[in-house]
């Protein structure tokens, strides 16, 4: 998988790299992220530093939990300063896991650009782009790709799932404003691909099919032929319908006063139907015949697929009626050998110590118990963890706060 992953990468065309953002959230990411509010109290809900139940080292594994059911949670991060993609493959990366007993709720990211107001941000501002997971019940696990452009929103016309289960999942998007395609990794793995011009309704493809141009009177283009070796039997050219033998025209039949006698018709008992000779493979198929294609001159790629010219901040804005995801490791930026490094040290560790089972609590499966998202403190019952350590990771979350709210 990560052969093909990076047979993949190198592909990708080399130009001037930069990191746009960067957040593994530390205890100081409060600092860096604002809530917006733009809406009541009780609607919005409040966000917690949380490691998940399972981990390869609780601090880097921290993450931010959605607390409260029934819940508006928007969060914004300003990028430090305002990026363009243009003539680059943006790529929108990040993680999140869903320990709770699942209900319905949105874990997806939004591109934002500079004109927001972060204390303000509402569902109604614009945004580059909106990916991530939506899920209501575990057979509705929808994968989000969207791209605003001015007032309108156009979604991805590809039907996209995403994963499902409580473990950490790694959501990546590629979006090469070089070629104007796009690629969606799930899990450091490659799952969907496409054009921009064929996903999204937007933009003009830049090659047409030649509206002048007929397909030629001598094209093949059916792939079976009569045999035409084959001749229609004798049998099959009696008619459908024969005169009735036993309906004679009578005697007494005044043609000058009733017209012309017609003998009535029957069924043919010797019809055999319509004969149709047997089929054999067309030897000249030149198969379906398609227009040539010419430059479409309605493409202008600088116009049609918006690249993102003033990149400033990224944000969350989601509902949940089932609170309890923790957001992680997000990544923006074009350079790929950086996005590499930087989800072999956060996911790909973190993926590890899943797929081991390494439980800081009693090691049953995750899946069917519901967190306290409220409660940070290790499992006292954690043979894994020192008296000591107990102790002093207990002082540690006195001093921070259960409950970390902005």
């Known amino acids: 998988m990560v052969i093909a992953i990076v047979a993949f990468l190198t592909l990708l065309p080399e130009v001037h790299s930069t990191i746009y953002f960067k957040e593994e959230f530390d205890r100081d ?7 917006s509010t733009a809406l009541k109290d009780w609607q919005r809900g409040a966000w917690k530093w949380d490691a998940p139940k399972k981990y390869h080292n609780k601090e880097k594994a921290r993450g931010i939990r959605t607390v409260g059911d029934n819940r508006y949670y928007q969060l914004t991060a300003d990028l430090g300063k305002t990026y363009s993609s243009v003539n680059k493959t943006l790529i929108l990366s990040y993680t999140v896991k869903n320990e709770q007993t699942f209900d319905c709720a949105g874990t997806y990211i939004k591109l934002l650009p500079e004109v927001i107001t972060q204390e303000n941000f509402t569902s109604s501002d614009p945004y580059y782009v909106l990916f991530g997971p939506d899920i209501c019940g575990r057979l509705n696990n929808k994968l989000r790709f969207v791209i605003q452009k001015g007032q309108k929103t156009y979604p991805c016309k590809q039907e996209m799932n ?14 090469h404003f070089t070629n104007f395609t796009y690629d969606v990794h799930i899990d450091d793995e490659r799952k969907y691909w496409g054009k921009l011009w064929e996903h999204f309704d937007f933009m003009e493809p830049p090659m047409i099919p030649d509206p002048d141009a007929t397909q030629p009177d001598d094209w093949e283009s059916d792939p079976e032929i009569p045999d035409p070796k084959e001749k229609m039997p004798e049998e099959y050219l009696q008619p459908m319908t024969i005169p009735d033998p036993k309906n004679q ?18 069924p043919n008992p010797k019809y055999k139907g319509k004969w149709r000779p047997k089929l054999v493979k067309n030897p000249n198929y030149q198969g379906e015949w398609k227009a040539p294609l010419i430059p479409n001159p309605k493409y202008a790629p600088s116009l049609q697929t918006v690249p993102f010219k003033r990149i400033r901040y990224v944000g ?32 790909v560790l973190q993926n590890k110590a899943e797929k081991n089972s390494m439980d800081r609590g009693s090691g049953k499966e995750l899946f069917d118990r519901r967190p306290t998202v409220y409660d940070d403190l290790p499992d006292p019952d954690d043979t894994d963890v020192a008296d000591e350590d107990l102790d002093a990771d207990e002082d540690e979350e006195d001093e921070d706060g259960n409950s970390i709210e902005l």
């Open 249 to 266: 025209k009578p005697h007494d039949w005044d043609e000058e006063t009733e017209g012309v006698w017609v003998q009535p018709m029957i």
């Open 316 to 347: 969350i804005d989601v509902w949940q009626v089932t609170a309890g995801s923790l957001f992680d490791n997000f990544f923006i930026g074009d350079d790929v050998s950086e996005y590499r490094q930087f989800i072999e040290s956060t996911w």
């Open 162 to 175: 995403c994963s499902d289960g409580s473990d950490t999942h790694l959501y990546t998007l590629f979006i």
């Open 29 to 35: 990411w409060a600092s860096r992220w604002v809530e």
